[in-house]
């Protein structure tokens, strides 16, 4: 299939960075990984995931959802249900929290069971002991995304790396000094970025990269002596701008196992202790709510991950079997295939063919909600430096039916990663110049597609 229409689009593009998250891992006195989670919404439980669970991950994509029974307990940051973490700390040490990396694209590892990124997550901690363990394994399950995510890891043994999946490849960044840090950028451009302005003293922190750059500059020129220091650091790049705003921080405590957390709503940092806890699987799953005063831990009820995800759909709104998503939430150790969601969804591969093959490209698929306008909310979008005639990006997710396809060459990009404009699937800040909450989607009928069962669409650009 190809675009019905060709379009160059001929406006002025305005730098604006969307911030999600920042986390570093540093070895000194102390082995610890800190992280904040900056999200447009702050709902949030910490789950106690017991040993000894038979669990599938849920059937998003495909009929062979990967299945295991937990071999550790752990404890998560769940902002979507039970079994969907953002991150967490199992009892052995090893720390797995995720951030944002767009137009990441997966391999599809030869028609190996499937999972989706957040329960990616929790099949680590309940499985492995060590990030080596995970390494070893990490071509057992091929990734279905709900997002496109990036993985910072550490253990107790010192080991800590960063995964990514870029042009359809695993990438695993060890650490190779005393600390390493994260952004929501791919490791490689984060690097270039600090080569380039690591000196530059007093920089105002406008972007994912001048974040990277601050914390890189500051673990190399600090001593982090305990596991409260850190927090001084999350704090210093930490945002309350809309839309994006540090909901939460914490810190792991590798060696001692055990967790500080403060939230945007309640700063007083509690504690969490994985020695004292008992995860055994003749014990229960239990919660507590993120933002509470008093931190305690209560009795699971499958109820707070309905609230969870009914809440996660207001940031994405999914057509999905609500009951069997209901029925998963309340017991995992039974397959479930949504079938909802995979009649409504597919994953197309995009052949971008440009004249000039230079610059930067920036899309956005935008839904037809009814015969006037499109939908304020985008589907998805992204932007990829273009170095070749043609490049090939995967879109995951797309919901069937009408929708607009708008991009836009920027050939005079020089590589200057300072103006690279980040998106996401809910906005399309590239295409206007005020914030993501205000102005109308722009209209372009002329590149509408309509999408039933098609797994490729050709768009050139002119």
């Known amino acids: 299939m190809k675009a ?182 791919s490791l490689r451009d984060s690097e270039n970025y600090y080569r380039m302005n690591g000196e530059i003293q007093g920089k105002k922190l406008v972007s994912n990269f001048d974040r990277y750059v601050h914390l890189n500059s500051s673990l190399k020129n600090s001593y982090v002596y305990d596991e409260l220091n850190p927090f001084e650091l999350l704090s210093n790049i930490a945002t309350d701008v809309e839309p994006y705003k540090t909901q939460w921080s914490v810190v792991y405590n590798l060696d001692e196992l055990n967790l500080h957390f403060s939230s945007g709503r309640n700063p007083g940092k509690k504690f969490l202790d994985l020695r004292a806890m008992d995860f055994s699987d003749s014990t229960i799953v239990e919660i507590a709510e993120i933002h509470t005063n008093q931190f305690g831990l209560k009795h699971y009820h499958p109820d707070v991950s309905r609230i969870l995800f009914q809440k996660s759909q207001n940031v994405r709104e999914l057509k999905i079997d609500e009951v069997l998503l209901s029925a998963h939430f309340l017991d995992p150790g039974i397959k479930k295939i949504d079938a909802v969601f995979q009649d409504n969804y597919i994953d197309i591969v995009f052949r971008f063919i440009a004249k000039n093959p230079k610059g930067m490209l920036s899309f956005v698929l935008l839904k037809k909600d009814n015969a006037i306008q499109p939908s304020q909310r985008s589907v998805k979008a992204g932007q990829f430096l273009i170095e070749n005639k043609e490049t090939v990006h995967v879109i995951y997710g797309i919901p069937k039916g009408e929708v607009y396809l708008a991009c836009f060459q920027d050939p005079g990009f020089q590589g200057n990663l300072e103006n690279k404009i980040l998106s996401n699937s809910n906005t399309y800040p590239f295409l206007r110049h005020s914030d993501s909450k205000s102005g109308s989607a722009p209209i372009y009928y002329d590149t509408n597609l309509y999408i039933k069962d098609e797994k490729e669409v050709i768009v050139k650009i002119k």
Do not use: C
């Open 4 to 185: 019905k229409g060709l379009l160059t689009l001929i406006f002025a593009l305005k730098a604006y960075i969307l911030i999600a998250s920042s986390a570093f891992y540093i070895d000194h006195d102390a082995k610890l990984l800190a992280k904040n989670h900056d999200w447009k919404v702050g709902h949030g439980y910490i789950f106690k995931n017991i040993r000894g669970q038979l669990k599938f991950a849920y059937g998003w994509s495909g009929n062979n959802p990967a299945s295991w029974t937990s071999k550790y307990g752990s404890i998560t940051f769940n902002q979507f249900g039970k079994e969907f973490p953002s991150g967490g700390i199992n009892e052995k040490g090893l720390v797995v929290e995720k951030l944002f990396l767009p137009n990441s694209v997966y391999p599809n590892i030869n028609d190996s069971p499937t999972i989706s990124d957040l329960e990616w997550i929790q099949y680590q901690l309940d499985n492995f002991a060590t990030v080596k363990e995970v390494i070893g394994h990490i071509n057992n399950l091929t990734i279905y995304p709900l997002e496109s995510l990036q993985y910072m890891l550490a253990d107790s043994t010192g080991d800590a790396v960063i995964i990514d999946f870029l042009n359809g490849k695993i990438g695993i960044h060890y650490r190779t000094q005393k600390h390493i840090v994260l952004t929501t950028e």
